[in-house]
C-alpha cells in the first residue's frame, strides 16, 4: 500500500513539475518571434511613406464589359477637381484620349443632406445642379451616364448638364445606380 502512494505522489509531482515547465517557442500562439532577418542594416520600415501624395478616394462609372450597364469603382487623385475626374475617366476608357474638362460650374441653393448613421456631418452640401463643358463627347448613351454619375457623386450636385464645346450634349442627368 505504502509503494502504491509513494508511486501515486511520484506520478502526481512529475506532472505538476510537466504543468510548470516553459513552453518552447514552436508552441506559443499570438506572438511573432523577431529574428536576426526581421531586423538590422538595410530593412526598411514597412509604415507608411510620409513624402507619398495625399489622395482623395473617388467613385469612378464606367460602361460594364458587355455593355448592358454601368460599373463602379474607386480610386485615388491627389485634388478633386473637373480635370482629374475627367484623365480618370479617359484612363478608365469611358473618354477619348485628349478629352478636356473646359469648365465645370454649380449653380443653385444646396439641399439639405440626409442625416444619420454613416453621413458625415462636414460633408459639403449639394448643390442643385451642375455643367459640365468637355472638349470630346463621350460615346454613346451609357457613357454620358458614366460621366454623369461620376460628376454628381463626386462633384455633390443632384442633376447635370453635360456640354461638348459649349453645345449641350445632355440635358438634367441625375444619379442612376449602377445595378439596375
Request: charged share 20%; with cysteine; net charge negative.
Amino acid at each position: 500500500m505504502k509503494k502504491a502512494v509513494l508511486c501515486f505522489a511520484g506520478a502526481l509531482m512529475i506532472l505538476s513539475l510537466a504543468a510548470c515547465t516553459p513552453t518552447t517557442e514552436k508552441h506559443k500562439t499570438g506572438e511573432v518571434a523577431q529574428t536576426e532577418a526581421d531586423s538590422g542594416p538595410g530593412v526598411m520600415d514597412k509604415g507608411a511613406d510620409p513624402d507619398a501624395p495625399k489622395l482623395e478616394i473617388i467613385s469612378i462609372y464606367t460602361v460594364s464589359g458587355d455593355g448592358s450597364g454601368l460599373e463602379g469603382t474607386m480610386d485615388g487623385v491627389e485634388t478633386k477637381d473637373a480635370q482629374s475626374l475627367t484623365d480618370m475617366l479617359i484612363q478608365y476608357g469611358v473618354l477619348a484620349e485628349g478629352t478636356k474638362a473646359l469648365s465645370f460650374e454649380t449653380d443653385g441653393a444646396a439641399s439639405s443632406q440626409e442625416a444619420g448613421p454613416g453621413v458625415s456631418a462636414d460633408a459639403p452640401e449639394k448643390m442643385e445642379h451642375g455643367v459640365l463643358d468637355l472638349s470630346q463627347a463621350p460615346e454613346g448613351d451609357l457613357a454620358l451616364q458614366a460621366v454623369a454619375n461620376t460628376f454628381i457623386e463626386n462633384m455633390n450636385v443632384e442633376k447635370l448638364d453635360i456640354l461638348v464645346n459649349g453645345e449641350t450634349a445632355a440635358d438634367g442627368l441625375t444619379f442612376v445606380n449602377p445595378g439596375k
